[in-house]
Every structure is written in C-alpha cells, then in structure tokens.
T-cell receptor, first 109, second 115 residues
Framework: LAKTTQPISMDSYEGQEVNITCSHN???????ITWYQQFPSQGPRFIIQ???TKVTNEVASLFIPADRKSSTLSLPRVSLSDTAVYYC??????????FGAGTRLTVKP | DTGVSQDPRHKITKRGQNVTFRCDPI?????LYWYRQTLGQGPEFLTY????????KSRLLSDRFSAERPKGSFSTLEIQRTEQGDSAMYLC?????????????FGAGTRLSVL
C-alpha cells in the first residue's frame, strides 16, 4: 500500500480557501486517491475521490498532477464548521484502508 | 447520517468483563469493516467481511476479539476479558462490492472505556 504524508496541522480563517497537500510517492497504477473528513466523536466522512487531473463536487476539489505522486484537497471559503481532521488515503479497492494521523485543520473567525 | 448504525454509542465496563458491539451497515452494502481509533490517531483496520465471510483479520485483532456477520447483514464485535488498553472508539464501515474504488461509509462509532 502506498504510504501517504500530509501536514500534521493547518490553520486558516473563515472565508479563505484551504489547500491540503498529500504526498504518495509510491502510488500504484491502479490506486485511487480518497479524502475523508472527521469531526470529534464521529466516524470519518467521505469527501472526494479521484484518479487523475481534477475532480470537483459540492464540497471540495481534488487536484492530481500527471505523475500522481501527490494530490491537493481544496476547500473553498472555509467556515468554522470545517474545523476537522482530514485524511488522505491511497488504495485500489483494498479492504484495509490505511489511515495516517491526518491533517488537523483549525478554522479561526 | 451515513446510514451505518452502531450500538451502543458509549460503553463503560470494568476490566475483565466482556462487551459486544453491533453494527448495521447500509442495506445494499455487502462489505463490512471494523476499525479501532485511539485519541489523536487515525482509524486502524481490524477486520472485514464480504457478506457473511470474514476475509481478513489484522494482527491487532487478538484472540480476545471476535467478529461475526451471521446473515451477511448486521455484524457484532465482541471483546472478551477487556483490558484498559482496549479503551478506544470502535468504528464500523460498509461498502459495495463492484465499487472498486472502495468508498467506505462509516458509522458514528462506539466509544469503549475500560476502567
């Protein structure tokens, strides 16, 4: 399984765009990149998934360069409620999704 | 609400007691997973089922842990002779085979405190 590296923590202010980058140098050809969000005392929540280029949904955008060795989760105009831990995972439909420690995002007023 | 239900939400027990947790996955999902999460860490994989078959168990799943999914629907996770180190959040997730991207949907978890 490809190991991922992401910042331990990030701070932002309400209304700003937040970009969280994840490195996955050993990503395999068939691996997908998935991001989850987790609030305290809740289970992780699926945000977005992609394979290459750019994916956008109502919550976020995911940018994946051509070499796929990294990916960037972009959260537009964050609010206080976006304060959470964000996990980047790389796997091909494998049962044992490997979560790292994630990135703790704190949005300040 | 993801559609994955876990019961109970909180469990306090004394060391040495047995506990059982239940997970009800999204109805059409045939894969079901159990994870454990401790404070400040990401979820750690424990085991998973496809329908009623338990296909993989992590080394984290000691002999005191057992999971079942008897009819391929709900699942139970039992911990026997609990230890203080078992205190954690136990998360259940489900997904649909055929979705090779394996998007897992998580329940809210059961928080276990062993005194």
């Amino acid at each position: 399984l490809a190991k991922t590296t992401q910042p331990i923590s990030m701070d932002s202010y309400e209304g700003q765009e937040v970009n969280i980058t994840c490195s996955h140098n050993n990503i395999a050809t068939n691996d997908y990149i998935t991001w989850y969000q987790q609030f305290p005392s809740q289970g992780p929540r699926f945000i977005i998934q992609g394979y290459k280029t750019k994916v956008t949904n109502e919550v976020a955008s995911l940018f994946i360069p051509a070499d796929r060795k990294s990916s960037t989760l972009s959260l537009p105009r964050v609010s206080l409620s976006d304060t959470a831990v964000y996990y980047c995972l790389v796997a091909l439909g494998l049962h044992d999704m490997r979560f790292g420690a994630g990135t703790r995002l704190t949005v300040k007023p | 609400d993801t559609g994955v239900s876990q019961d109970p939400r909180h469990k306090i027990t004394k060391r040495g007691q047995n506990v059982t947790f239940r997970c009800d996955p999204i109805s059409e999902h045939n894969r079901l997973y159990w994870y454990r999460q401790t404070l400040g860490q990401g979820p750690e994989f424990l085991t998973y089922f496809q329908n009623e078959a338990q296909l993989e168990k992590s080394r984290l799943l000691s002999d005191r842990f057992s999971a079942e999914r008897p009819k391929g629907s709900f699942s139970t996770l039992e911990i026997q002779r609990t230890e203080q180190g078992d205190s954690a959040m136990y998360l259940c997730a489900s997904s649909l085979v055929g979705d090779n991207q394996n998007i897992q949907y998580f329940g809210a978890g059961t928080r276990l405190s062993v005194l």
